[in-house]
């Protein structure tokens, strides 16, 4: 992968927005360089950089902090990467469809056009696919989620290995529900693939939703131009404490996960014994796939009942994503389910 031909030339040439924090190193006592307000307890601009973040991250996924990146969330890391490789109306990204939406929400907003591929039967890739996708003229990145939102399904690791060898741009690969399978993440790979991204986020496994957290893996080269491009303070203050401190709960973010996995297994089997489910699509995400007789009216049920599941009808025909709560989060929708049963018969 040549990155000087890949990116577009306005984003190699420009010159970075250099903040205060950027011009000065080391201690000090008096800070009067930033124009902040000296009251308060969050009067101080963040670190820019997420110094000691980044360095907490590449222990945990054994990386290197140059290796790694840190967004607002992985929305934010995504939109870069569009303002990034894709020159407006001229170049394409490319995604394989029923799949995460902000892809193609972000390359709408940047006016690059979203070449959408269907998966096969199974959700996954294929031969025929992979085939089609490496035919594409001037796709710049291609877009990749495994676990797969909103199926939940593992995508094929030979098809993907195929594209990272013979696409020659970007591959991004959307890992935000890693922890949930049994899957070693591509991260390990990043030596072999210099097109690689790997991204996944604190708002899943990590419980921090509400923190907007995303990181990404990859070659060092893309991430000095994700840094380039990025805001000055992108993260908060707030968020990388916030993502600093559960780092330090590791393995209590384990067992959650565990248990996540127990009641997954547990949902399915329950899920499976209702007549009116047509289908329980395997999953190794925190969220299960059903195909329903009559899903807007199973929706709308639930929704009466207090219940909130996402109605993926649109996308795939029938169907509804379920995420999985706390046990007893579960049982209140297998007893909704169950009154939902007897109004069926």
């Known amino acids: 992968m040549e990155l000087e031909k890949l990116a577009r030339p306005n984003i190699l040439k420009m010159m970075p927005y250099s903040s205060s924090r950027d011009e000065f190193k080391g201690e000090a006592q008096v800070f009067l360089d930033a124009n902040e ?6 009067n101080r601009y963040p670190d820019p950089h997420q110094i000691t973040l980044k360095s907490k991250i590449a222990n945990q996924w054994n990386v ?32 394989f469809v029923p799949t995460y939406g902000m892809y193609k929400v972000s390359a709408q907003l940047n006016d690059v056009e979203m070449v959408e ?3 096969n039967k199974d959700f996954d890739l294929d031969e025929s696919i992979i085939k089609k996708a490496l035919q594409e003229r001037d796709v710049k990145i291609i877009f990749l989620c495994s676990p797969n939102n909103p ?12 594209l990272l060898k013979y696409f020659d741009g970007l591959v991004i690969m959307d890992e935000a529900y890693a922890q949930f399978s049994n899957q070693k ?7 072999d693939f210099p097109n690689l991204l790997v991204s996944q986020t604190f708002s899943k496994a990590w419980s921090l939703a509400a923190a907007r957290v995303g990181i990404a893996f990859g ?11 990025k805001p000055p303070y992108n993260v908060s203050e707030l968020n990388q404490k916030a993502a600093l401190d559960i780092l330090l709960k590791s393995a209590r973010i384990y067992q959650n996960t565990l248990v996540l996995k127990s009641e997954r297994k547990k949902m399915i089997v329950a899920l499976n014994a209702y007549s009116f489910v047509k289908r329980v699509f395997p999953t190794q995400a925190n969220f299960i796939l059903i195909s329903v007789a009559k899903p807007q009216k199973l929706y709308q049920f639930l929704l009466q009942n207090g219940i909130i599941v ?5 996308q795939i025909e029938g169907c509804l994503r379920i995420s999985i709560g ?20």
């Open 64 to 95: 290197k902090a140059n290796e790694i990146f840190i967004g607002n969330g992985s929305d934010e890391i995504i939109d870069l990467l569009f303002r990034i490789f894709c020159t407006p109306g001229v170049d394409k990204a490319l995604s």
């Open 185 to 191: 993440s591509w991260s390990e790979k990043l030596s």
């Open 219 to 229: 070659n060092p080269e893309i991430i000095e131009l994700l840094t380039k491009v």
């Open 310 to 314: 996402r109605n993926r009808s649109s």
């Open 151 to 162: 199926t939940g399904n593992i995508l094929s690791e030979e098809c993907i290995t195929r």
């Open 37 to 42: 307000s000296p009251f308060g307890k969050l």
């Open 326 to 345: 706390t046990k007893k989060e579960n049982q209140t929708l297998i007893k909704a389910l169950d009154r939902f049963k007897k109004l069926e018969k």
């Open 117 to 119: 591929i269907p998966l």
